[in-house]
């Protein structure tokens, strides 16, 4: 019998209140802000924009598109680090090993050392990308660890709500700061090295929140099992029961998915429509930011409903959102603009719908992530594979036709490949999973709701000083 993927504790109500909402009040928010902040910078935007400056071409783009999949291949052996180490210290070590990579990658683009610059440049960038995934992947269970027990989904929420306003603000300096650089006659390719070092400058901040979690996470800890025998042999690490299998299969599903059109419309973008690379940032910053609207509501939702629900309607946004890119391709950039903001929301609700889904609520940090363990592995596999595949198909397309119908195949089948994913994702066993339609409906009347009481709010601020003024004048007169 499948164990039951949705939380085993009550909803705790939400412990915010009065100026705390306007403060983090969690060292799990400021790891998250720092994080985000410097991922801004340290982009896989910033890096794609970086190789095209080196003469990279749609096989290096789609090399770089695939290393961070094939980095999750890593997450294998990450429960197993858990175990032995705790996730405080396998975190630790990989926080290190990615900013060596992102430093290494920038030196060698602004050094470049000839003909061994892309490929010096992209196995820095893999090495970076492999301490980015088994940080994220122990810091599942850390989170886990540390958030209050029945408050996980509450917990990623705030954190992706700080997290998204972070990475919005400094994506928008972001921007204007490599344009302003560029534009000032700095080579392209030391402006866009210097803002991914500045990226590791502000990742080295997260040393004291990082600690504070560490406290936590020791003093909720009850003892667990050191010993490596714990996971016992192939029977953890391999799929055994249906729920595992499924997992699999929908990563398999997803990961080709997602990662065939995968960096393919930024390359686009910057390549044929001539889009700055202080735009992209720009549109990566709203992108980051609008996950801020609505991270509430995701949390909440998750931890009523589960996750399944959940993934599944974010699913349906993310699996029409090349036909953004084709309007911008054929009609306006402009269509770029709201392609972000629309991702940027529903890609709040898959985070904290996949860790509601894939993270257990309960035993050693190990057991808890290793069903997400799974899930990024075969991820990481076909992921990796996808970007190869579409590099081939416009290298192709490109001898055959122009280059913009090149790009206009790639995405029309990135959105076959992304529908055809969602039926998959509806055989996912769940306890206590609602519909998508039902989630659907409650998610757009709780948005309607908080709009409405938004509206309400600020008419009062602007109607209550209006009104005190008016009184002062009438006693005055």
Avoid at 161 to 169: D, H, K, P
């Amino acid at each position: 019998m499948a164990v039951p993927i949705t939380t085993e504790y009550p909803i705790a109500p939400s412990a915010d209140a009065g100026l705390r909402r306007f403060l983090p009040s969690h060292p799990g928010y400021y790891e998250g802000i720092l994080v985000q902040s410097a991922r801004q910078f340290a982009s896989l935007a910033m890096c794609t924009a970086l190789a095209i400056a080196l003469g990279g071409g749609h096989y290096s783009v789609a090399a770089l598109a695939a290393i961070p999949f094939v980095a999750r291949i890593s997450h294998l052996f990450v429960p197993r680090l858990v175990l032995r180490y705790t996730s405080w210290k396998v975190a630790r070590a990989a926080f290190w090993l990615e900013r060596i990579g992102f430093l290494a990658a920038a030196v060698s683009a602004i050094v470049r050392p000839g003909h061994a610059t892309l490929p010096l440049f992209l196995s820095s960038l893999a090495l970076a990308y492999l301490g980015q995934a088994i940080y994220d992947a122990a810091m599942s269970a850390l989170h886990n660890e540390v958030a209050k027990p029945g408050a996980f989904g509450e917990y990623m929420s705030q954190k992706t709500r700080w997290a998204s306003i972070a990475g919005l603000v400094l994506g928008v300096g972001g921007a204007f700061g490599v344009d302003s650089v560029e534009h000032a006659g700095v080579p392209t390719h030391v402006a866009r090295a210097v803002a991914i070092a500045t990226g590791i400058a502000i990742h080295l901040l997260i040393a004291r929140p990082f600690a504070q979690m560490g406290t936590i996470a020791r003093r909720r800890a009850k003892r667990p099992s050191r010993q490596l025998t714990s996971i016992t042999g192939r029977g953890k690490l391999w799929p055994g029961s249906q729920e595992e299998w499924a997992v699999v299969h929908l990563a398999l599903a997803w990961g080709f998915a997602y990662g065939f059109g995968a960096r393919q419309a930024e390359a686009m973008a910057m390549g044929t429509l001539g889009v700055s690379v202080g735009t992209i940032t720009f549109l990566n910053a709203a992108l980051v930011g609008a996950g801020v609207l609505g991270a509430r509501t995701w949390g909440r939702l998750g931890d009523r409903f589960g996750g399944k629900g959940l993934m599944a309607f974010a699913m349906g946004a993310f699996a029409l959102d090349p036909v953004w890119t084709l309007l911008a391709m054929y009609v306006s950039a402009w269509a770029f603009l709201p392609a972000y903001l629309i991702w940027g929301v529903f890609m709040t609700g898959w985070n904290i719908a996949q860790s509601l889904a894939l993270v257990r609520p309960t035993g050693h940090p190990a057991d808890r992530i290793r069903l997400i363990t799974m899930y990024n592995v075969a991820y990481g596999l076909a992921a990796g594979v996808a970007p190869v595949v579409a590099g081939m198909l416009l290298t192709v397309m490109d001898a055959r036709a122009s280059t913009r119908a090149a790009f206009g195949a790639l995405f029309a089948v990135t959105i076959v490949l992304r529908l055809a994913t969602i039926p998959v994702l509806l055989r996912l066993p769940a306890a206590r999973a609602a519909s998508p339609r039902h989630i659907s409906t409650v998610y757009l009347r709780l948005v309607k709701l908080q709009t409405i009481r938004g509206t309400r709010r600020v008419g009062s601020a602007i109607v209550t000083p209006v009104a005190a003024l008016y009184r002062l004048v009438a006693r005055a007169s």
